[in-house]
C-alpha cells in the first residue's frame, strides 16, 4: 500500500490532476456564489490544493516538480493575452501616450511600495529584493528576484498574494470612486494583479482585459528596467 503511495506522489498526472479539480471546484463555487468576491477560484484553488498536500503529508517540493508542466504553460498563456490585444489596437493606439504614463507610474509605486513597506517592517534586504517586484507576473518576477539577489520561492508567493489582492478588491474600488471606463478598470487591474487580475478583467469585458493583458505586459518590461535602477539608487 505504502509503495503504491510513493508511486502515486511521483506520478506527474497526480498532481496536474489534482490542481486542474481544485481549480474547477473553485469555479463552480465562485459562480453559484453569484461571482463573490472573497471566493475567487485562484485563491480557493490554492488553498483546496493546500490542504490536500498537508492532510496527505506531501512537501510542496515534490508537488511543484511533478506539476512543472502548468508552470511551464504560464508563458505560452501570456503570450496568447496577444489576440485581444490585436482586436483592441486602434484604441490602444488613441491612448498610448496616457497609457504608457499609467503604466510607467503603476510600475514605479508597485516597486516602492514594496520596498518602503518591508524596510518600515524591518525584513532582511534578501526578502525586500524577493517583494520588489510582486505586481509583474511569476515568470518575470521570479527571474527578476533570482537575478537581484532575491528569493524567486518567496517571490512567486507575493506576486500570487498580490494578484489575488487586487482582484478582489480593485474593482469594488474603483466602482466606489465611481469610476466606471473599462479601459480604466483594464489598466488598473493589469498593472496592480498581473494574471490573476487580468483574469477577473476578462471577466468584466474582453476590453477590460485586453487592456489588462497590455498593461501586464508592459508592466513587466517597465519593472525590468526600472528595478535594478531602483535598487542601485537605495542601495
Known amino acids: 500500500m ?15 490532476a489534482l490542481t486542474c479539480a481544485a481549480y474547477l471546484l473553485a469555479e463552480f463555487l465562485y459562480l453559484k456564489s453569484g461571482r463573490f468576491p472573497l471566493l475567487n477560484p485562484v485563491l480557493v484553488g490554492i488553498v483546496l490544493v493546500m490542504a490536500t498536500l498537508l492532510a496527505c503529508g506531501v ?78 507576473t511569476t515568470p518575470i518576477a521570479m527571474a527578476l528576484s533570482a537575478k537581484s539577489g532575491g528569493l524567486p520561492s518567496l517571490t512567486a508567493g507575493i506576486v500570487i498574494v498580490t494578484g489575488i489582492c487586487a482582484a478582489i478588491l480593485l474593482v469594488p474600488l474603483l466602482r466606489v470612486l465611481r469610476i466606471h471606463d473599462e479601459v480604466v478598470y483594464g489598466v488598473a487591474v493589469g498593472v496592480a494583479g498581473h494574471g490573476i487580475g487580468t483574469a477577473r478583467a476578462f471577466q468584466l469585458s474582453e476590453t477590460a482585459g485586453a487592456f489588462a493583458g497590455l498593461a501586464m505586459g508592459l508592466n513587466g518590461v517597465l519593472t525590468s528596467l526600472l528595478l535594478p535602477l531602483i535598487l542601485a539608487l537605495l542601495a
Open 2 to 16: 505504502m509503495n503504491g503511495w510513493q508511486a502515486l506522489q511521483t506520478f506527474p498526472a497526480t498532481w496536474i
Open 59 to 136: 512537501p510542496y517540493r515534490v508537488y511543484f516538480e511533478q506539476a512543472r508542466l502548468i508552470h511551464f504553460l504560464l508563458a505560452p498563456a501570456t503570450v496568447a493575452l496577444a489576440i485581444p490585444l490585436y482586436v483592441n489596437i486602434q484604441r490602444m493606439k488613441a491612448i498610448a501616450g496616457p497609457l504608457l504614463i499609467a503604466v510607467g507610474v503603476g510600475s514605479v509605486v508597485g516597486i516602492l511600495s514594496a520596498l518602503l513597506l518591508g524596510q518600515w517592517f524591518g525584513l532582511s534586504h534578501q526578502v525586500l529584493i524577493s517583494f520588489a517586484p510582486k505586481s509583474v
